[in-house]
């Protein structure tokens, strides 16, 4: 009598049996007991988490001999032959080998057939997603008005790749992870029943390094059974992944707590000579340190993190060694590590070098901690005591006694302007250190006095029409700039410039405009060749008809 694997001989045979997914289950039940049966259904979620299975079981509800009813007998010749995959008007296809337009074109064909012996006829579409765009496009019309004996259940890990117009005529149903605590409970069960003995902690090692999956988790436990000679150890389990003991895992982050790169690698080493694979220790690294982060932020007690009490407590010991910000950074390393490795020949050397970066992380410092430091220079203070971190070996400079809050010291103020003599030029300079891109477009304007109505010295600013708006937008910053270098309050108008003399003619200054020099190469030329300026001029515009 040939073998049935666990993941098989326990699969889920009515809604009430599947484990992880009751939402999913209750609703298709109440679904099939009040008659509201869709005609078309989407199951989403990743691999082993019951999607097909949950499609079998609400097939049996439909076509049951006793039904429809929300609890299949599983004795009838209907259920079982839904179970074992040979009913023929339950018919499942697997999307990867059935692709093309052709393909879904029999599907349509036979689809307008009543079904043999049941109820309805019911097509099972397994990694939907792999059907190519023009089989998608053929199915829509069946899809979305079949007829009323066919009913379609989708199954896919990759729902993005489905076009909307196919989502759109489906219920969507999203299967999720199920708990390592429900998975671990469920292994329990089947141990029980089958008569495997294991070591405490065996079984929650296997739900959790299935990753939510349930048939993974039976997976590893049918190939434990076979490897265990009387009982499955945690020995069995880390040769069987090509995993390293969670005591290891530990040592290794407590090395890194330590900035004992040393360490690290010593044991990483050691864990690889064992036989343990490079990859599954680096995904072990990862999970430590975002279960390390979890604790960090959300307390010792959270249930984020799925462990026992004992790993809880040695856990939360090493998570008070890193700050949240170096765990972070931490788990973003590994995650990206681990991707460097499977793309790389030489993976035991990223590994190392990785572990030689992490045991360095208590010496990052915050971004904001770094501006800070920054600021602080840049006015001529000190850094705050305690804004880095002093390297190793350096004796730390003498702390400054502390500052009460009221006399803190202020940055120095920005040295005064020297007045040159001329009012425009003078203003220019205010308005460049407030706002630089302004005074620069505006160094070829000119200033008139003229008496203007509201009060104050009043002033005309010629310069080019075509920024006369943006001059106009900042009249308060002109002005402000004119009443501080005058002493007096300053009012403004904006006028545009007469039209610039023909090319070849030296234009001659402008009044109340000082010809200076604009530049340090502009200096050292006029130093060169005894030089002087005649007058100042910006670079000609381009002419409406592209010309200069």
Known sequence: ?????????????????????????????????????????????????????????????????????????????????????????????????????????????????????????????????????????????????PPPHVKFIFATTEPHKLLDTVRSRCQRFDFRRIPTSRIAEHLAMICKKEKIKTDKGVLESIARS????????????????????DKISVADLEQLLGAVSQQTVFDLIGAVAGRDARRAVELADSALAKGAADDELIQQLMDGFRELLLLRLAGADTPLVDRGEAERRALADLAGQFTPDALMYLVQM??????KARRSTQSRVVLELALIKAAEVHQLRPLDEILSRLRALQSGGRPAAGAGANPAGRPAP??????????????????????????????LAVIEREKAPLATFLGDAALRTEDIPGGGAGYVVELD??????????????????????????????RAAAARPAAGAAPAPRPGRAAKPKGEHVRKAIDLLNAKIVATHSNPRPSAEGGT
């Open 1 to 145: 009598m040939s073998y049935l694997v666990l993941a098989r001989k326990y699969r889920p045979t009515t809604f009430d049996e599947v484990v992880g997914q009751e939402s999913t289950a209750t609703t298709l039940k109440n679904a099939v007991a009040s008659g509201r049966v869709a005609h078309a259904y989407l199951f989403t979620g990743p691999r082993g988490v019951g999607k097909t299975t949950m499609a079998r079981i609400l097939a049996k509800a439909l076509n049951c001999e006793t039904g429809p009813t929300a609890s299949p007998c599983n004795r009838c010749a209907l259920c079982k032959s839904i179970d074992t995959g040979e009913d023929v008007d339950v018919v499942e296809i697997d999307g990867a080998s059935n692709t093309g337009v052709d393909d879904v074109r029999l599907l349509r064909e036979n689809a307008r057939y009543a079904p043999a012996r049941a109820r309805h006829k019911i097509y099972i579409i397994d990694e939907v997603h792999m059907l190519s765009t023009s089989a998608f496009n053929a199915l829509l019309k069946t899809l979305e008005e």
């Open 210 to 229: 299935a990753h939510g999956g349930m048939r993974d988790a039976q997976s590893m436990l049918d190939q434990l059974a076979a490897l265990a000679v």
């Open 334 to 339: 590994f995650a990206e590590v681990r991707q």
């Open 398 to 427: 003498p702390a400054a006694a502390p500052t009460p809050a009221s006399e803190a010291p202020t940055p120095p103020p920005a040295a005064p302007l020297a007045p040159t003599g001329n009012l425009w030029t003078d203003a």
């Open 465 to 494: 029409p075509v920024g006369m708006e943006q001059a106009e937008s900042n009249r308060e910053l002109i002005e402000r700039a004119l009443s501080r270098v005058s002493g007096t309050d300053c009012r403004v108008q904006f």
